[in-house]
């Protein structure tokens, strides 16, 4: 009898709205997330929630400040972010980013308190750093999403509470990077230099995008942005194409040295209000060798065994290993 009492008593609640029914969840592969339509809009939404898996591509605070400040109140300033991007494996060409940011309530629609305290912000940090992560590994995602100018992110949905936190778990250490795709501007532009849309993504940006690649003998056509979180434009001297510089240690006034044609390594990301445009080659760091702009990690990814970063794999890096070997 009491259970039957029970069982009523939970199909009233939930017909008043008053219980909720559990997110929906499935693992799905980026190729499959990142779908979008002739419009450029996102077209995944089988589910609440999705697990993905892939190989991490960037340091969080490589790309975004995650310094938290709450006494920012200016409108769309969300203060301390943290961003990743993580790639698919094998056939799962596609790519996608985890974001979180601190106070979702500068944005218009969001309450009062729904952004994090800098305690509160620092203890999230701390939460999602615990797996102790680095770009090579194997990692898998769990979460909601929401699109952002071209693509789907997993995130919080600019929701602050525990029930909306997604996860990131440690599959395998070390794994080692995906060498990037070697890409040419004309496979990214058209010959308007007009980006190349293609919702079926079987060429062009959306084939790319989220992904690790490489762009070699460009030149740039003004560093005067060559600073943290600064936006260039490179060329093949033909079209041209964006670059995005994030907040590696190498990046600052003074410390680009590109004056020949060089090779650029990045993340192809996308930020665009129309959805079909607004794609740039994301840069997380430079380590000031004056031929490829491109992380170490990224450099190495593109040239295993090269473990001096000459451009070339020769019995210097042999030499080098060994003497690392000897090593106690």
């Known amino acids: 009898m009491k259970s039957f009492f029970v069982s009523v008593v939970v199909f009233a609640l939930a017909l008043a709205g008053v219980v909720k029914a559990a997110p929906t969840v499935s693992e ?8 979008v339509n002739a419009a450029g809009e996102q077209t995944y939404n089988a589910t609440d929630k999705v697990i993905l898996e892939g190989i991490l591509l960037n340091n969080p605070a490589d790309m975004l400040d995650p310094t938290p400040d709450d006494t920012i109140t200016e409108t769309f300033n969300l203060g301390g972010q943290w961003q990743i991007f993580f790639q698919g494996e094998g056939n799962d060409h596609a790519g996608t980013a985890v ?7 500068n944005l218009p629609w ?3 308190d729904g952004g ?3 305690q509160e912000f620092i203890a999230e940090l701390g939460r999602l750093n615990a797996a102790q992560f680095s770009p090579g590994d194997r990692i898998r995602a769990t979460g909601y999403y929401l699109s952002y100018k071209g693509k789907l992110n997993i995130n919080e949905q600019h929701q602050k509470k525990p029930d909306h936190d997604f996860m990131i778990e440690l599959i395998k250490q070390g794994v080692g990077l995906p060498r990037p795709e070697a890409v040419d501007l004309d496979q990214l532009k058209d010959d308007n230099d007009k980006f190349i849309f293609d919702p079926a993504r079987t060429r062009g940006c959306e084939y790319y995008q989220g992904r690790l690649v490489k762009v070699e003998d460009v030149k740039l056509v003004d560093a005067s942005d060559w600073r943290p979180n600064g936006q260039l434009l490179i060329t093949d001297g ?7 510089l994030g907040r590696g240690n190498g990046i600052y006034a003074g410390s680009n040295n590109l004056s020949e044609r060089f090779d650029v390594i990045g993340i192809m990301d996308q930020e665009s209000t129309d959805l079909k445009t607004g794609y740039w080659i994301y840069v997380m760091n430079y380590d000031g060798n ?7 990690e990224h450099r190495l990814a593109d040239k295993p065994g090269d473990s001096n970063l000459d451009g070339v794999v020769n019995f210097a ?3 080098r290993l060994a003497e690392d070997w000897l090593k106690e």
């Open 116 to 118: 994090y305290s800098n």
């Open 99 to 105: 974001f979180m940011g601190q106070l979702y309530n």
């Open 290 to 296: 004056g031929c490829v702009l491109a992380s170490r």
């Open 238 to 244: 033909a079209k041209t194409f964006p670059l995005k």
């Open 110 to 112: 969001i309450p009062p």
């Open 317 to 319: 890096d042999l030499a």
């Open 28 to 35: 799905v592969t980026h190729w499959q997330f990142q779908a």
